[in-house]
């Protein structure tokens, strides 16, 4: 008896007919899709650069001319190794340096190669006594500290994480927008069935569970549906752009699972404190 009286209840209050509830599981795989694709991008991005910034914050590089002496720049490395914070220094062979060169210059165009010369530093690193060691035997060398733009490139992608957080505020409040606008249009198509569920004792806690299910369900589906298009949108990314793969990690996929689960929350907890209140209110 009680169980038919319950599911007499469900279809009384039932949200399906809404034009508007209908639109929630739609909004519901595009803002998660959008959620997930940004969270899954901005994650593989955080490891591309702590590889990149790994390698660039540790690592200086000298530039002699080809003509140079091979006895001066053993002299030369000699005395920066003894720099204080250099932890090794070594000549790049000459394949290492055309393979460096290759982005900047075309194949057909032959050019005697520089000598590069690539120092391991550490956080105790002294670059005024490195660059005095170098330009006191090579005055024309050229040094390459990639910690100055390893600011540069810091900046920018701490900017992109930033506006990224801003996108991600902005869809949860979209979702809570909508939730909110999805129950109140609800309820008020059902205010008949409404009243007549109070009048005969529902409470306030009962009728709001009832809404709550429904968006609950509803959301769900729409985070598989975000999650499903999320993948799918990885997977051919990384089938195009396979450089890529080395940067898409478990935190990745990790993130596209479930930061797009963040709008299922706000859902139910918009849903349940929009329900109350119109409930209480006698508004509808």
Same mark, same amino acid.
Request: net charge neutral; no cysteine.
């Given at each position: 008896?009680?169980?038919?009286?319950?599911?007499? #209840? +469900?279809?009384? =209050?039932?949200?399906?007919?809404?034009? !508007?509830?209908?639109?929630?599981?739609?909004? /519901? *795989? &595009?803002?998660?899709?959008?959620?997930?694709?940004?969270?899954?991008?901005?994650?593989?991005?955080?490891?591309?650069?702590?590889?990149?910034?790994?390698?660039?914050?540790?690592?200086?590089?000298?530039?002699?001319?080809?003509?140079?002496?091979?006895?001066?720049?053993?002299?030369?490395?000699?005395?920066?190794?003894?720099?204080?914070?250099?932890?090794?220094?070594?000549?790049?062979?000459?394949?290492?340096?055309?393979?460096?060169?290759?982005?900047?210059?075309?194949?057909?165009?032959?050019?005697?190669?520089?000598?590069?010369?690539?120092?391991?530093?550490?956080?105790?690193?002294?670059?005024?006594?490195?660059?005095?060691?170098?330009?006191?035997?090579?005055?024309?060398?050229?040094?390459?500290? #990639? +910690?100055?733009? =390893?600011?540069?490139?810091?900046?920018? !992608?701490?900017?992109?994480?930033?506006?990224? /957080? *801003? &996108?991600?505020?902005?869809?949860?409040?979209?979702?809570?927008?909508?939730?909110?606008?999805?129950?109140?249009?609800?309820?008020?198509?059902?205010?008949?069935?409404?009243?007549?569920?109070?009048?005969?004792?529902?409470?306030?806690?009962?009728?709001?569970?009832?809404?709550?299910?429904?968006?609950?369900?509803?959301?769900?589906?729409?985070?598989?549906?975000?999650?499903?298009?999320?993948?799918?949108?990885?997977?051919?990314?990384?089938?195009?752009?396979?450089?890529?793969?080395?940067?898409?990690?478990?935190?990745?996929?990790?993130?596209?699972?479930?930061?797009?689960?963040?709008?299922?929350?706000?859902?139910?907890?918009?849903?349940?404190?929009?329900?109350?209140?119109?409930?209480?209110?006698?508004?509808?």
């Amino acid at each position: 008896m009680l169980s038919a009286q319950a599911k007499a #209840a +469900r279809k009384a =209050l039932s949200l399906q007919g809404d034009l !508007v509830f209908k639109l929630l599981l739609i909004m /519901t *795989v &595009l803002l998660g899709w959008i959620a997930g694709v940004v969270a899954g991008g901005l994650m593989g991005l955080e490891n591309a650069y702590s590889q990149w910034q790994l390698d660039q914050s540790s690592k200086v590089s000298v530039y002699l001319m080809p003509e140079s002496n091979p006895s001066e720049v053993e002299d030369l490395l000699r005395s920066i190794r003894v720099v204080d914070g250099v932890e090794k220094a070594k000549v790049l062979l000459q394949d290492d340096v055309q393979e460096l060169l290759q982005p900047y210059f075309s194949a057909e165009n032959y050019f005697p190669l520089p000598i590069v010369l690539e120092a391991k530093v550490q956080n105790t690193f002294n670059f005024a006594d490195f660059e005095t060691a170098v330009k006191t035997r090579f005055p024309t060398a050229e040094i390459d500290d #990639a +910690r100055d733009m =390893l600011k540069r490139v810091t900046t920018g !992608v701490r900017t992109m994480q930033g506006v990224s /957080t *801003v &996108l991600a505020m902005i869809i949860l409040v979209i979702m809570a927008l909508l939730v909110s606008l999805t129950v109140r249009a609800g309820l008020r198509a059902q205010r008949r069935s409404l009243k007549i569920l109070q009048y005969i004792g529902a409470t306030d806690s009962y009728l709001s569970d009832l809404v709550v299910r429904q968006v609950f369900q509803r959301s769900i589906m729409g985070w598989g549906g975000a999650v499903a298009l999320s993948v799918i949108t990885l997977l051919i990314t990384l089938l195009f752009w396979h450089d890529l793969m080395p940067f898409i990690s478990l935190s990745v996929w990790l993130g596209v699972v479930f930061i797009p689960l963040l709008l299922v929350v706000v859902s139910v907890v918009v849903a349940l404190f929009t329900t109350k209140y119109v409930v209480q209110s006698k508004t509808v």
